[in-house]
């Protein structure tokens, strides 16, 4: 895979951000603008509306400065996207609302934005917040992404890791289980993630075996 799409998802707090900036000469895109309280910060672009999103894609030479593009958090960027389509494309919902064309545009938007950042040469590290659905009486936990978006993104992805706390140490796991979603086609073993202040090129070393 030349440009592998990496979703990490996992509980406010657990440094999810501070493990972004870990890949491969990263552009965060801030969309949660949280991105101060993060641990070895790198260049951030911090994201008010979809325009911001359009203008800094148009700067390509800019962009070129970088291998990975890091979206923090997927939800977030969803959430401006959709204030973007609902005041460009009257039919596409109403009252804040997307209808079922506005989805569509929704997921096309954001699917034509990763692939773009591809094809400039990036990689593309997905940061998502956790979420736990129930069925029954089975509890499941899964990135926290709007409606029929999480399986576009879920398409999109390559790798798909949820960051947890094992007792005290930070693990990050890509293998599907019966308490969370995952993508592992590497078949890799949980790994155990290094306090944030030691985990400077983790995900770029991590993301180098994903693309073998």
Do not use: C
């Amino acid at each position: 895979v030349d440009h592998p799409v990496f979703l990490i998802f996992g509980r406010p707090g657990i440094a999810k951000t501070s493990l972004g900036y870990s890949a491969p000469d990263p552009l965060l895109w801030d969309f949660d603008k949280g991105a101060h309280r993060a641990v070895n910060r790198k260049d951030t672009l911090v994201i008010d509306t979809w325009n911001d999103v359009t203008e800094a894609m148009d700067d390509t030479e800019a962009l070129s400065a970088y291998k990975t593009s890091v979206v923090d958090t997927v939800g977030r960027a969803l959430d401006v996207l959709t204030v973007d389509i609902l005041a460009k494309v009257p039919k596409a919902g109403t009252n804040g609302n997307l209808s079922l064309q506005g989805y569509g545009h929704l997921k096309s938007g954001f699917k034509t934005w990763i692939n773009r950042m591809r094809s400039l040469g990036q990689d593309v590290l997905l940061i998502s917040h956790d979420k736990e659905d129930k069925k029954g009486d089975d509890v499941i936990v899964r990135p926290d992404i709007v409606g029929g978006s999480l399986g576009e993104v879920m398409r999109l992805a390559d790798f798909v890791g949820y960051l947890y706390m094992d007792g005290k140490q930070r693990t990050l796991d890509f293998s599907p289980t019966s308490e969370w979603v995952g993508k592992n086609p590497a078949q890799w073993k949980p790994f155990p993630v290094p306090p944030a202040a030691k985990a400077g090129s983790f995900m770029a070393e991590l993301m180098a075996e994903g693309r073998l």
